[in-house]
């Protein structure tokens, strides 16, 4: 059980309402990541800004944000699973003092991997004045780098500390980006912006070096995890694929479709007005659902898949281990029937009030309808992503493979017509890829649970 799934567990154990909403709550902000908490810190921010920057500054200001984060997380997507299965290892054979030298080795080569990709796109592909583009450049790199941290959070126990980082580095992010419009006008909103960006990730590492910077004589060199890209060469292609599905729809609305904006004339940066909003504000609306299974997976499932595992291990008798077996099956069930009523009654909320969630929002009917659409993608996404972390702990990596490519593919192969189309078809490539990719992963964890005992043995 990760680090965090401790406290989380203890949390939970207050049977009061205050105890049960701050676990749901520090899971929701944990389990959300950096990505859906900056969809909504965007969000905020750019409601504020509005009466203070042009339109044409504010269309940059919000490009160069969300297509920061898509490279980011697209780039650091190989990563991220690999680093993964190297912290798990590490925590089985109890040396957790080469966690740390790995996360700094992580840092910077994935620094190195963002300025020079920020540095090209930024400096080549998007005309513009020197501080506009070192400020997107370093917001990229900064952003990549908070990915990698963020993969070991779910390992600390000091998940206050964690959660306070959010909020701290995104108010800072989004309090210096308003200063700096006000003070010193539209260039110094995005490096106002980055600075925040810089407090969180220092934060973090903070966290992380609290808990793990004291290396050992046995600790590894900060190098050890390139030799398991070696090792599981799946995961990275896994990663790569499943952050390019996260994205792959608003690329092909950024640089394909007829309605299309550019930001910058002359350059890369575009925006697809009628559908950016749309979805985001959707992918908003798969934080509690995120929350139910985050906390239901680390309180329970963890615990109660590792005693299956020692059952066997303790060579117990066939009725321990098939109960042990029953245990899981029955924790999975009830997990992702939370997760499923919590999301369906959120996404069904939602689409009834869509108008006037629309109408607060400032969006027009177009949009609305979009949103409406994608609100059911959101919702199957969360299925998805949640199915996809039980394969992981089943170790099925060509199962999270099949069902992370199809997703990018199809998200990207049937995002392409809709385009074609009227704005009526918009979503429905996303749509349509997230329940095809939900209808994989739900087979090979049925496939799985159904002979879990044999799954063992072979390993």
């Known amino acids: 059980m990760a680090g965090i799934g401790f406290e989380l567990k203890h949390l939970s154990r207050h049977q009061n309402v205050e105890g049960i909403l701050r676990a749901y709550g520090y899971a929701a902000i944990i389990s959300s990541g950096p990505w859906i908490i900056s969809i ?60 740390f030298p790995a996360c700094y080795g992580a840092l910077a080569l994935t620094a190195v991997l963002a300025a020079a990709g920020g540095g090209w796109f930024f400096h080549h592909a998007v005309p513009g004045d020197a501080i506009y583009q070192f ?109 390019l599905g996260i994205w792959a729809d608003k690329l092909v609305f950024w640089w394909f479709s007829g309605s299309r904006q550019p ?98 929002a400032g969006i027009g009917s177009i949009q609305t309808g979009i949103f409406q659409i994608t609100l059911f993608g959101a919702f199957l996404l969360v299925g998805f992503l949640s199915l996809l972390t039980i394969l992981f702990y089943f170790d099925d990596r060509r199962g999270v493979l099949l069902a992370s490519l199809t997703f990018a593919g199809l998200n990207i192969g049937l995002s392409l017509p809709t385009i074609l189309m009227n704005e009526a078809w918009y979503g429905f490539g996303f749509v349509v890829a997230a329940g095809l990719a939900l209808l994989i992963v739900t087979h090979r964890v049925n496939h799985h649970t159904a002979r879990m005992e044999e799954m063992v043995f072979r390993a």
């Open 263 to 360: 930001i910058v004339p002359g350059g890369w940066l575009y925006a697809a007005p009628q559908y950016d909003t749309a979805v985001y504000l959707s992918f908003l609306s798969i934080v509690p659902g995120m929350a139910v299974f985050f906390l239901k997976l680390e309180t329970e499932f963890a615990g109660k898949y590792a005693a299956f595992f020692s059952a066997i291990e303790d060579r117990g008798p066939l009725s321990q281990i098939q109960a042990a077996k029953q245990e899981v099956i029955a924790t999975l069930r009830n997990g992702l029937g939370q997760l499923f009523k919590i999301q369906g009654l959120v996404t069904a909320f939602l689409v009834v009030f869509a108008h006037p969630i629309a109408a607060a």
């Open 135 to 243: 400020s997107a450049t370093a917001l990229l790199l900064l952003v990549s780098c908070i990915f990698i941290v963020s993969n070991y959070l779910n390992a600390l126990r000091d998940y206050k500390s964690v959660v306070a980082g959010f909020a701290i580095g995104y108010a800072s992010a989004c309090g210096l980006a308003w200063l700096g419009a006000r003070w010193f006008g539209p260039s110094a909103v995005l490096p106002g912006f980055v600075a925040g960006h810089g407090v969180l990730l220092v934060w973090l590492i903070g966290c992380l070096h609290r808990e793990f910077g004291r290396p050992g004589p046995g600790a590894r060199s900060a190098w050890d995890f390139l030799h398991y890209f070696k090792k599981f060469p799946a995961l990275a292609f896994c990663g790569f694929f499943y952050s």
């Open 40 to 99: 909504f810190a965007l969000l905020i921010l750019t409601f504020f800004l509005r009466p203070i920057l042009a339109k044409a500054e504010l269309d940059l200001f919000s490009a160069s944000i969300t297509h920061a984060y898509a490279f980011s997380l697209i780039l650091v997507g190989p990563l991220q699973l690999v680093l993964t299965r190297h912290a798990a290892d590490r925590f089985f054979t109890k040396s957790t003092d080469s966690i």
